[in-house]
């Protein structure tokens, strides 16, 4: 590929505030170790599994369900579950920790502990075993973002509930346990380290430009598609190759706030974005996050604060580098990638 | 064990502010999709490899050598090569970027881009295809640690490098693409972002306690081992099961002054901690990272960064949770990670 004399660039983006490395030529080096990732990460997936609790039929075998689509009363079958997780990082059922101090359980200046509230939802996107996310039509996918919508909506309604991390993994090697089509949702008692990044970074961006981050795209080379709502880009300093933001086009800080027709909009977008890595990329194994503003922050970070949907394939194992600095090394420039992707027929 | 009837709670470090959700509940979800680690990840090592050109007798197809121990005129075999990576991801005949501003190829408000220039180097630990770092002795080990130190003391002569991120990756699982024990080194134009978050992390706790995050140790249930110059501990909100830092015990900002008394020491305790990383873990893939302080950092800053080294087993893959949220899920309490550590004999 072209891409391959280019040389190395550093970048920072502007929403994180990380800096990455592009380097082409890092893809030549050799390496006498197997690379860990299968071919196909998602092989178990396909065949229906006489034992696996999220396909139609096994609702017993589950934790309870919170709710499903279609609403009872209609009683044709269900076409997206969302259940309490059974084995969850975090407790409904614990007391959630007080808004308060410092200091409990420390072992060392600064550190702090509390007891571990939360909720941790599975979304079980299909009622069959053998269809992925983006076999779904766009309606279909609409639907599973609306049904997180929703459930988001449901847990800010709690007082110690801070932020919402929605999130997919799609194939062993993006850290799924489980092969049946699902996403899954943690509702926090604290704000995550990397949304306070995030906010600080585009506060910073913000202050000194006097605009948010992602209302702009000076560059069409980045971008693979849009639709009325949407915006689909790699980003300038993509930390994966062919990793693919969604963004609202209109500024917006709330995911939960999508309303009935940006959510086909964005199923249909989303659909479309899965079906070219899968294509261009061979089924890799990917995660999806939704980054979105944290609950009852104050109204001066609204004009700064903009939820996107970020697709990452896991193509590559990180290592003592990325874990040590926070930087990345992506062998593949974003409008190179992006260019595949854009004249991709899917 | 024990810990699995622990319920969850959630911690934040007083080093890089980091929640981590403590869940030993999660440990026993089921999966229909195979690990991706395989159980010996350093298959590859072992026998000595006729095409490895980190081996004794392949000099030639390396890139250039920096420095070797012992050094000539001392005609013995080299033990330790310090050369430059072949496939650097930063380059050293790039034009160092200007002090100056923001702006140069922007995309969007906020971003920045930079030509790739830096210093990648790798360490060869050993001329030997079979002999592990932990293989060596204290002494040797120790030798591997002032080769680090030397060479950084090298790369901050040069005005434009900002950080030397000093990492090794061991095992396909751990990023690493050659078997051969070796370790790598990236001097970069910029301070990472890690880097720049623990520096803040830790600011903030001396500003509101007057102490170093890492000087005191109110608990010594999280203490592994400890020597004359440093103490090995699952850190109190450690990310990774089975995760050890060691730390100077005496408050030091940089890791490059270590002298060669307390490199002998810190070789002596991560002989150590690799080989019951190994026995309890199965010879698990691992990375190491040294955090130090970025290069002429004000004064002021010296009292409250102290540097360490981060080993980190992988033992798990990451999911969507941890790569949106910065917040890692660990299923092992460290003080029985600790426990375990303590007790075993190496
Ligand atoms: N009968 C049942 N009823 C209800 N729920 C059930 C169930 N059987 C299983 N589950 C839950 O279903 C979920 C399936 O989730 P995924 O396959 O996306 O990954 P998992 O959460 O296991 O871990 C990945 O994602 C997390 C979060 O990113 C990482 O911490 C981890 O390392 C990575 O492997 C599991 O959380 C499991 O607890
Ligand atoms: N003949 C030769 N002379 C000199 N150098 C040679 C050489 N042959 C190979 N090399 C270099 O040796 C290094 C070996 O390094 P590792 O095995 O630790 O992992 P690597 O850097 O490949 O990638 C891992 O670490 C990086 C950084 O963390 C991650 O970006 C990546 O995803 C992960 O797989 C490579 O960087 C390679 O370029």
Redesign the pocket.
Known sequence: MAEASRTSEARRDAVFGRWVVFSPARSRRPTDLKSHAPANPSSGAGAPKPSC??CQGRES???PEIFRVPAPPDASPWRIRV???????LRRDAEPPEEAGEGEGEAAPGERAVVGFGF?D?VIETPRHDVRLWDLDAAGVGDVVLAYARRVQQLMEHPAVKYVQV???HGASA????AHS???MLGTPFVPPSVTTRLNCMKEVFKRLGKCSLCEFQSKDILVSETHNFSAIVPFAASYPFEIWIIPRQHSSYFHEIDKDMALDLGSLLRTMLAKLSKQLNDPPFNFMIHTAPFGVSSSCLPYTHWFLQIVPQLSVIGGFEIGSGCYINPVFPEDAAKILRELDC
Chains 1, 2 share one sequence.
């Open positions: 609790p999220f075998e589950c934790a259940i309490e997780n059974l084995y969850p990082a941790h599975v999130f997919k993994n850290g799924a346990s489980m699902h996403s899954q």
